[in-house]
């Protein structure tokens, strides 16, 4: 299998792209990311290894806007990310002059996605080692996608990315419902629980919300602490 994998566009003989599953382990070494969809509002969480003592902070986001009713995070390699959030900032720039219309989160989803795919099948370059959850508002109200290494994008309800996808998507499958993001505190509350499900010792958290015609807001880290300790109260009386 080794020979199959020195360039991204040959094929192993079981029909995989060697060079594609290395990008995805990428994205499943790098810190989580969760998004949830609620009946107003998108919330993006994402965990934030923590900073050291001389570097500036805000160099070390992980939640970005891509237009004014846009968010995204990511999780895998930070300087892939990079180049696909300024080139999806420039895309919802020159759609919104072209059409004189805001773009959609469907439309930059697929945008980001087809970059992926293209450097799936083009010698000479590697797949991006990053997957990244994109949030935000339509005309028919708030969206949550998800694209992966491949190329591919699904919306979700809800979903994650990073470490402990797994043991995060299945606490999201037990505890979503209409009921609990019908308010803002429980899309929040549902996206902050889920992530230290899955924590394996402390870490610390940045979280976004957005809602229609309003601001991004960053919570604070007094208003996520007090997300964080309500998690921990719940698992503990649970145990």
Request: charged share 25%; hydrophobic share 35%; with cysteine.
């Amino acid at each position: 299998m080794a020979n199959y994998d020195r360039a991204v566009t040959v094929f192993s003989p079981d029909g995989q792209l060697l060079q594609v599953q290395y990008a995805q382990e990428a994205v499943r070494r790098g810190s989580a990311v969760v998004g949830v969809r609620g009946s107003n509002s998108v919330v993006l969480a994402v965990e934030k290894r923590i900073v050291p003592y001389l570097q500036v902070e805000r160099t070390e986001k992980k939640i970005v806007l891509l237009d004014d009713h846009i968010i995204l995070g990511f999780a895998g390699v930070r300087a892939d990310a990079r180049v696909l959030v300024l080139r999806s900032q420039i895309e919802c720039q020159s759609h919104r002059l072209t059409v004189e219309d805001s773009i959609t989160v469907e439309y930059v989803s697929r945008y980001i996605a087809s970059m992926m795919q293209q450097h799936t099948q083009n010698s000479g370059r590697r797949p991006f080692g990053v997957s990244c959850i994109i949030a935000g508002f339509d005309s028919d109200g708030p969206h949550v996608f998800q694209t992966e290494p491949s190329g591919t994008f699904y919306e979700w309800k809800a979903c994650s990315a990073g470490r402990g996808e797994k043991a995060i998507r299945d606490y999201l499958e037990k505890n979503y419902s209409i009921e609990k993001t019908s308010t803002d505190h429980g899309t929040i509350q549902l996206a902050v629980r889920s992530l230290i499900e899955a924590q394996s010792g402390e870490r610390e958290l940045e979280v976004a919300i957005l809602k229609k015609s309003s601001p991004l807001v960053m919570l604070t880290k007094q208003a996520i602490q007090s997300y964080v300790a309500e998690a921990q109260n719940e698992r503990s009386f649970k145990t």
